[in-house]
């Protein structure tokens, strides 16, 4: 008995069936196609006939509008005076109510039952530093 048949005799049938359910990549089937994926508007691989927005495409470019220079100022501000390389997603998140921004109107992002969506007035306080929003309200 050649080392082949022997290895194929080898194994069982708990294996053959884990075989079977994996998709080879050759049979032209694209994992990223199925159908019981749903969209998250996230995307950003883009088909055929889908361009990058304007909003994308001039920031690709090297064009930011006032929002993305802002934006990127505060971050690197922030990674200098906190002595950081990489802020975590909660600084982000802080940079992000610290400029201004409030959740004022429903989401557009598509993210399932995981999460709970809300909106808040615009004259919210950020809730990020304790310190600033009593100096803001007083």
Not at 6 to 34: C, P, Q, Y
Not at 62 to 91: C, H
Not at 106 to 112: A, D, F, K, T, V
């Amino acid at each position: 008995m050649t080392a082949k048949e022997m290895e194929a005799s080898r194994k069982t049938s708990s294996d053959k069936e884990s075989d079977e359910s994996v998709i080879d990549r050759r049979s032209g089937l694209d994992r990223r196609n199925m159908s019981d994926q749903t969209s998250s508007n996230l995307e950003r691989r883009r088909g055929p006939g889908r361009r990058l927005s304007d909003f994308v495409k001039s920031a690709v470019e090297g064009e930011m509008s006032q929002e993305q220079f802002n934006f990127l100022v505060a971050i690197d501000t922030f990674k200098r005076v906190n002595d950081k390389t990489f802020p975590t997603w909660t600084d982000v998140l802080e940079i992000v109510r610290k400029l201004g921004y409030r959740k004022t109107m429903p989401s557009e992002l598509n993210l399932g039952d995981r999460v709970k969506d809300w909106t808040e007035k615009p004259d919210t306080p950020s809730g990020v530093d304790a310190e600033s929003d009593e100096e803001r309200d007083g």
